[in-house]
């Protein structure tokens, strides 16, 4: 046999399996996500959480992989979220609904044990306040527009999921949020007109998420 193919064939079952192995764990990708919300607002100071509102997040996302267990995802989202609370007024009861839409930056690790499809995934995340409204169910026409929101929301992300197959994963996340809603705000006082200081009670964001990406 001619030296030089015999060497070529010692090279290509040398690297061979490298090739195939780096083609398989495919270092960085992107892809599509789109999910549904189940968000509420809790208030620590009263102990209570809002009922759930159901909206929904769309994005794009990217997959680091450093290895075949571990990997990092990057994410940015419109994620839309609130809480949906049952009133007791004079014309009957009522549903009260907060609406907050937030540009989202999710960064998070993907762990999961050799050889298997499902993982787990830890990390943060960083939304800034699109706009938000706030109405009764009985009079949407009259909405208010959400004041003194705090501009950037910042939070904790856990969760479980699944590689479907190869462009497919599928995840389930709880969002907690750490950083309070509203700020305290000066503004006049409607009777004297002096600048009087609000205090905000403190509540935060709260949110399920089911979510499928799909990678190019």
Known sequence: MNINLFALHVIAWLIGPLVC?????????????????????????????SGLLWQYGVGVTAEQRFSPRISLVYELKYSRQGSRSKTFGLLG?????????????????????????????????????LGGQNYFTSQKDQALTLQNVTPLDVGLIGGLGYRLSTHFVADVRYYYGLRKIREDFTAPDPVTGIPTSYRITPQHHRVWSLNLSYFF
């Open 21 to 49: 192995r780096a083609q398989s764990i495919n270092p960085f990708r992107f892809g599509l996500i789109g999910g549904i919300n189940a968000s509420q607002i809790n208030t620590p100071s009263l102990k209570t959480t």
């Open 93 to 129: 009861d009522d549903v009260n609904v907060s609406e907050y839409n937030y540009l989202a930056l999710p960064i998070f690790i993907r762990s999961q044990p050799k050889g298997e499809r499902v993982f787990v995934e830890l990390g943060g995340q960083v939304g800034y306040f």
